[in-house]
């Protein structure tokens, strides 16, 4: 059963344009939420946070949508750039009594097209 | 502040044969964590530390070993290398539920 979800496996935008990204999760347990980004052949980076207190973070521009009652949130780049092309990762993790770990959804690729 | 670095960035291994992926973090971070990715999929939990002397099974720790003898050092033993042990390995360290730094990561062939 996998926990994390991520539907899209790609998504094309074109430069200067919204791109959404979405995750969905099964676990009530898990309260705080990150997204990670990965280039090839290089390991995934932190991007940005929430915490299931929050239902909104932002960071530039890139936004993170918390929906607890559905279970879901979104990654909002805005305004998309051809730099942006990469590998997304939603990942979830339940409180400090579990080490730390996070559980990863497979990746939406995302590409911006000039 | 290197980090976390991971040897070797590449390996090709024959079936039957063992290898040990290094991993060093210098960030004095408890928590480390190994990941093996294969294509199309999300990053599978093998093994992880919360601190030295402590290691704990993930998700697919068949096939693979772990040892934490020091803050700094996670290294990851395949024994008996099979072909479906071809992935890309990621070691990570966090301080805790944050954020995860990760390793370049090393592309393990097994033929």
């Known amino acids: 059963d996998q926990q994390v979800k991520q539907n899209s496996p790609s998504l094309s935008v074109q430069e200067g344009r919204i791109s959404i990204l979405n995750c969905d999760y099964t676990?009530?347990?898990?309260?705080?939420f990150l997204w990670y980004k990965k280039y090839p052949a290089e390991g995934p980076t932190f991007l940005i946070s929430?915490?299931?207190?929050?239902d909104k973070n932002e960071d530039g521009r890139f936004t993170v949508f918390l929906n607890k009652s559905a279970k879901h949130l979104s990654l909002h780049i805005v305004p998309s750039q051809p730099g942006d092309s990469a590998v997304y990762f939603c990942a979830a993790s339940a409180p400090d009594t579990n080490a730390g770990k996070s559980t990863f959804g497979d990746g939406t690729t995302l590409t911006v097209k000039p | 502040n290197a980090g976390v670095t991971q040897t070797p960035k590449f390996r090709i291994l024959k079936i039957g044969q063992s290898m040990t992926l290094q991993c060093t973090q210098d960030?004095?971070?408890?928590?480390m964590y190994w990941y093996r990715q294969d294509p199309g999929m999300g990053l599978k939990l093998i093994y992880y530390s919360v601190g030295a002397g402590i290691t704990d099974k993930g998700e697919v720790p068949n096939g693979y070993n772990v040892s934490r003898s020091t803050t700094e050092d996670f290294p990851l033993r395949l024994e008996l290398a099979a072909p479906s042990q071809t992935s890309v390995y990621f070691c990570?360290?966090?301080?805790?539920?944050?954020?995860?730094?990760f390793g370049p990561g090393t592309r393990l062939l097994v033929l």
């Open positions: 929430i915490s299931s207190i929050k």
């Open positions: 960030m004095n971070h408890n928590y």
């Open positions: 676990n009530s347990m898990f309260d705080y």
């Open positions: 990570a360290s966090s301080k805790g539920q944050e954020t995860q730094y």
